[in-house]
Each structure stands twice: as C-alpha cells, then as structure tokens.
C-alpha cells in the first residue's frame, strides 16, 4: 500500500517541503508521496485525527503548529521536550504518534557540513533569542559544543536561552565589541528576511577573520549579515543548509533512509537562481 505524508501549516501552499521529500522519495525508490495541508490555527486537534484516519505515516509540523500539536501527540523526544516544539510527526506501531523535532539538529547538520570538523572547541554566539535559537542552542549542546552564548536586544530572553547551555547572556551592545572572542556567530532574527527588515542585527567590523558566520534565514539566500561576514574574510554558511538537513533528518524518521543533502541542497539553490561553484555560493539574479 503506498504511504503518504504531508505538511501542515497556515500558510502552506509557499513550502518547498513537498517537492523536497517527492524528490527524496523518487530517489530512493520508495512508493510515497507527501502533500501540503493547510489547517487553520485552532483546528490541530481535528487535523491529527483526520490524519489518523485517512492512514498518514507521517507528517511535518510548521508555523504556527508547533506547540499546538503537542497535546494531541503520545509521546514527544527529549529535544523537543526541552523546546516545547515539534516539527516531526511519525506514526509508530499500535497508532501511536510520536513527535520530534529536527530544526536544531539540522542547523547542526548543515554547519557541520559546510564548515568542516574542528568546530565545537570553538566558541559560538547566537543572535537572537527566539525559538530557533533555542532549538539551534540546544542542538549545539547536546553536540559536544561546549561554549554556546546568546545576545539580545531584550536580554532577559537571552539569559532564559543561555540558562539551557551553560553559556553567556550578553545584550547586542556587548556582543558586538566582544565579537572577535567567538569563532561562531549564527543569525537567528528575522532581520534580512526578504519579508522582514533589512540591515544587520548587530555591526560586525570586531568579527575575527578566521571566524564562521551563518544565517537560518534562506530567502534571500545571501543575506546582508552573510555579505558583511564575508567582507570581514569569515567563512559564511547560508540558511538553506538548515532547511535542508531538518528535512532530511524527518525523512528518515519516516523511513530509516538519509538522504543525500548536498544534492538536495544544490538542485533548490539552482531552482532560487543560484549556483554552487567549488563550495561559494554565487548570486545570478538580483532580483
């Protein structure tokens, strides 16, 4: 019988999610297909049964349904315990559901990936204090990173975040003029967003050289934190990594299989007007 999986969201109908796992599923020969399924806020309850019942496998969880879904579910793994968050439905024997969550361990994935070995004796900073950085904080941790500090505008909320990982809780102000002390420096704000605002969340002339920048946000793909890092001779790893690897790291929860993301990575970033040429990422459309 074929299995089928689905997203739900409100919106949805912009997620590259479905083409991505489609793709995934394809290559791997598997006889599955993957949907997106808009389901308005408050209505969680109702869509989890209905998916129940209709003989879903599984499914991915995107705004706003992230906590929502958490009572409907039978169990929820330790991460996205500690986040309070889901974004990985899977169905396992006896109907039950389990929940997970790959936002944070995708970033790391993707870090991991793009940046090389040798980065968890460096020291990280998180800009931001929402929920991806809680999630990429807590992924960092239970990596082995062993120095993960976080800076705000509000710093009551980085403190809370840095609580969970042992790490600083600095204010922007100071983060910008001990910049040069981290050799990681990852972007979680929405600024840079080709929805959002434009400009940099903090200045970055104190960023060492030799340091490692990367943004979650993929839309624009080069975003102007990553311009400005790159300017500076950091190394810089953009937001479609993450979106990728969280995906891949659903996929196979569903199906024990890992797809390959490198290729994943490049056919989206060549769909974006993009291309990947010997490892830098080269813009061919402004628009």
Known sequence: MKKWYAVLGDPVSHSKSPAMHEAWFEENGL??????????EGTVGEAVQALKTLGASGWNVTVPHKQAIIPYLDEIDPLAEQMQAVNTVSLLPGGRLRGSNTDGPGFVGSL????????????????????????????????????VS???????????????????????????????????????????????????????????????????????????????????????VDGLGMFVFQGALAFERWTGILPDTQKMKDRLMNEMGNTDVNGKTEKLLEK
């Open 31 to 40: 006889d599955a297909s993957y949907v997106p399924v808009h389901v308005p």
């Open 112 to 147: 991991e990936q793009a940046a090389g070995t040798g980065l968890k004796e460096k020291k990280v900073l998180i800009i931001g204090a929402g929920g991806a950085s809680s999630g990429i904080a807590l992924a960092l941790s239970q990596a082995g990173y062993r120095s």
């Open 150 to 236: 976080v800076c705000n505008r509000t710093v009551k909320k980085a403190e809370a975040v840095a609580a969970r990982t042992g790490g600083e809780a600095l204010s922007l102000q100071e983060a910008e003029r001990r910049l040069g002390e981290f050799g990681i420096v990852i972007q979680t704000t929405p600024v840079g967003m080709s929805t959002g605002s434009s400009g940099l969340p903090l200045g970055l002339q104190n960023l060492s050289p030799g340091a490692v920048a990367a943004d979650i946000v993929y839309s624009p793909l080069e975003t102007e934190f990553l311009k400005a890092a790159a300017a500076t001779g950091c190394k810089t």
